[in-house]
C-alpha cells in the first residue's frame, strides 16, 4: 500500500513542477516601449524641460513613471497602439496629457496641459550597455 502511494506521489510532483518550467515560457514577454526614455519637452513657459519616462508595456497598456527637475509621479494611464503612445498623467498641478508616434526607435509628439498650455516633445529610448 506504501508504494502505490510512494509512486502517485512522484508523478504529482513532477507534474507539479513541469507545469510551472511550462507556465514560465508562457508569461507575455515586455512590449517594444518597455524602459526608460530620455524626453525633452517644447513649448512651456519654463522653457525646454527634460524628463525621463520609466515605462513597462504589456499589451497595449502602458504604465510607469515620470520624473523631471520640477518632481515625479506615476502614469495615471497608458496605450500603446499602432505606433502611437498616448500617456495620461494627473498631478496636484493639473492633467498632462502626451501623445506621439514611434519612429526609428523615437517618440516625438505633442504635450498639453488641461491649463491651456501645450507644446511638442521628443524621447529616445536608453540602450542597456553590455557588460
Known amino acids: ?67 523631471s527637475p520640477l518632481g515625479g509621479t506615476d502614469i495615471t494611464s497608458g496605450l500603446f497602439k499602432k505606433k502611437n503612445l498616448e500617456i495620461r498623467l494627473e498631478t496636484p ?6 501623445s506621439a508616434k514611434l519612429r526609428k526607435g523615437q517618440l516625438s509628439g505633442q504635450w498639453s496641459h488641461d491649463a491651456g498650455e501645450s507644446g511638442t516633445w521628443e524621447g529616445k529610448k536608453q540602450v542597456i550597455a553590455n557588460k
Open 1 to 67: 500500500m506504501k508504494r502505490p502511494l510512494t509512486i502517485v506521489v512522484t508523478f504529482l510532483v513532477i507534474f507539479s513542477l513541469a507545469g510551472f518550467l511550462f507556465a514560465k515560457d508562457k508569461l507575455p514577454k515586455p512590449g517594444k516601449m518597455a524602459g526608460t526614455w530620455e524626453c525633452t519637452s517644447h513649448g512651456s513657459s519654463q522653457g525646454d524641460m527634460p524628463f525621463t519616462l520609466y515605462l513597462e508595456h504589456m499589451g497595449e497598456a502602458i504604465t510607469g513613471s515620470v520624473s
Open 93 to 98: 498641478n493639473g492633467t498632462y496629457v502626451l
